[in-house]
């Protein structure tokens, strides 16, 4: 399995509308994707702002490339960005995953 992580920052007022926006064009754009396993967004607040993280899961490179194009490297990007006032990070990260565990119950 590949984790695929991308990093933006956006100001505070913009960060619950960012991410709703996040499911509309990455999520759902990621999903419908052969190879697609799974997705979590992290947040951060900063002093500035919000980070949020993005981390999508892939059964291999070949289905990442049906999805973000030949050079993997680079961030998918989505026109209405801007409106978010987005700072992204252009690059992202890919890791294979050597050990997963999730414990099934849910806290509060």
């Not at 956006?10 to 759902?28: D, R």
């Not at 049906?66 to 960005?81: K, M, V, W």
Request: proline fraction near 4%.
């Amino acid at each position: 399995m590949i984790a695929r992580e991308w990093k933006c920052r956006v100001p505070q007022m913009h960060s619950t509308g960012f991410t709703a926006y996040l499911y509309e064009t990455g999520i759902k754009d990621s999903s419908e994707t052969p190879g697609y396993l799974g997705a979590q967004i992290f947040r951060r607040d900063l002093s500035d702002g919000v980070e949020l993280t993005l981390i999508t899961y892939w059964d291999q490179l070949e289905s990442i490339k049906a999805f973000a194009g030949d050079d993997i490297s680079q961030a998918r990007l989505y026109p209405e960005d801007k409106v978010y006032e987005l700072d992204p990070d252009l690059s992202v990260q890919h890791y294979e995953v050597i050990e997963q565990q999730f414990n099934s119950r849910v806290y509060e």
